[in-house]
């Protein structure tokens, strides 16, 4: 099969705009896109009926295989801290240290804590009701508040796993979750930073105070007692630390060491994530077996329309790597120069185009993963980096294609003007610091 490059190039182009168009146009589910997509270039490329199969089982076997369980377990975490007012007492702690008068401060540091288990649409709707309350307490600009809010959860959700496209991103391309998680949160600290300034700046041109609804989720009922600050804020840091303390211990060091065993498979990501949803339920007073069904139902579900998504880009994958397109780009383009901003330019477009950060980051990783040999990333470090380079790239720009966009919107009370000019464009800058923090640090690790 000796088919030209441009030929190649325009059905991956009709791959991906048929993705573009029926999540973004057509509100189709990004799964069924993503399978559709599969055989449009698979096809189109002269690959036979079977061999599309074969590569859509493997990939969509192999993407399950190594973030099933992490995937699930992780959103269960979420949904968990959301009902038991983990996230409400966080968020308290938080502006009790930072101090009414730097409400906005105290949103942004709480989104970026909340953000780390939590999705970040999920994140702003149990928050939303105390984010408002303040806005009013203070006379501090809704604009202000709401962006301060949605840039911290932001900031974390595109960088760091288990949030779907960043643990996808690292299971297409072989990253060490651990590491990611690090590195990443220390990459998303300067974008929250950026996103906080940007909204603190033009979110003062707007109303102090607008009408904005009231969180549907908002728990009210006096009688769920909520946890302590260490109950809340536990199950979020002692899984971090253990995936963290995992993936800084070589198999050399583990000899005949019980503890370093122990360490190894405690700090497993998945094991890890189970060791922080007890310590959430542990914080649940009082535990009802109806409740406690009711939540992990939730997680699993929730969970579910997330594993087919990347299931899906897992397959999209598979079948760009049966195509070979990456010796079809590395052997007629120069990207090779383009190094880490080409993940980002790629994934930058996809987000900006269809909306979804998810969606842009998988779709990515599966296009960009032949390629790194070519771009200078086939290494440990370099695939760490890739993934930090796309999920950059997976901030910008959030506008109206985007459901997060509409979820601040609703849940704020601002217009489109206002959401335009301080949110989208606060997510801009965030993915260019983004940018710039992934390349200082690969002048480190490269």
């Known amino acids: 099969m000796n088919l030209h490059f441009l030929y190649v190039l325009s059905c991956l182009l009709i791959g991906i705009a048929v993705i573009v168009i029926l999540t973004a146009k057509f509100r189709i589910h990004a799964f069924f896109a993503l399978l559709i997509a599969c055989f449009i270039v698979g096809l ?26 992490i995937i699930v377990l992780g959103t269960t975490l979420g949904v968990i801290l959301e009902h038991t007012g983990g996230t409400r007492v966080m968020a308290a702690y938080i502006l009790r240290k930072v101090g009414e008068k730097k409400a906005a401060l105290s949103m942004s540091i709480t989104g970026f804590v909340v953000g780390m288990p939590i999705f970040c649409d999920s994140g702003y709707i149990v928050l939303s009701g105390l ?19 949605a840039t911290g959860l932001y900031s974390v959700h595109c960088l760091i796993p288990p949030h779907p496209g960043a643990a996808s991103a690292a299971g297409i391309i072989g990253v060490d ?11 998303a600290i300067p974008s929250a930073i950026i996103g906080y300034i940007w909204a603190a700046y033009a979110g ?10 009231e969180p549907e989720t908002a728990e009210k009922d006096e009688n769920n007692r909520l946890p302590s600050v260490a109950s809340a804020f ?37 094991i890890a994530l189970a060791i922080g949803i007890a310590l959430a339920l542990n914080s649940m007073r009082p535990m009802k077996k109806s409740s406690l069904g ?30 070979k397109i990456g010796e079809h780009f590395s052997d007629a383009l120069p990207i090779a120069a383009m190094g880490l901003f080409f993940p980002f330019l790629l994934t930058f477009v996809l987000k900006t185009a269809q909306g979804s950060s998810t969606v842009a980051i998988i779709t990515a990783a599966s296009i960009i993963f032949p390629l790194l040999p070519t771009l200078g990333l086939d290494n440990e470090n370099g695939r760490m980096l890739c993934v930090l380079a796309m999920g950059a790239g997976s901030m910008m720009i959030s506008h109206a294609n985007d459901a997060y966009f509409w979820v ?17 464009v606060a997510t801009l800058l965030m993915g260019l610091t983004a940018l710039a923090s992934t390349y200082i640090l690969s002048l480190i690790l490269l």
């Open 177 to 187: 979750f651990g590491k990611l998680i690090l590195w990443g949160i220390l990459i």
């Open 204 to 213: 003062k041109k707007f109303p102090a105070s607008v009408d904005a609804r």
């Open 408 to 424: 601040i919107a609703k849940f704020s009370g601002l217009d489109m003007k206002a959401m335009l000019k301080t949110y989208s």
């Open 294 to 323: 009711a939540l992990l139902q939730e997680g699993a579900e929730k969970a579910g329309g997330i594993l087919v998504i990347i299931g899906a880009g897992g397959a999209f994958g598979a079948v760009l790597a049966a195509v």
């Open 234 to 270: 536990l199950p979020v840091l002692i899984p971090i630390l253990l995936i963290a303390i995992k993936s800084f211990i070589t198999v050399e060091h583990l000899d005949d060491s019980l503890w370093l065993k122990i360490i190894m498979a405690v700090g497993d990501p998945s």
């Open 131 to 149: 984010n408002n309350s303040l806005a009013k307490r203070t006379g501090i600009s809704m604009a202000v508040m709401a962006v301060s809010l």
């Open 44 to 69: 189109s490329v002269q690959l036979s009926f079977e061999e599309v199969m074969t590569a859509i089982k493997e990939g969509f076997g192999h993407i399950m295989k190594s973030l099933g369980l």
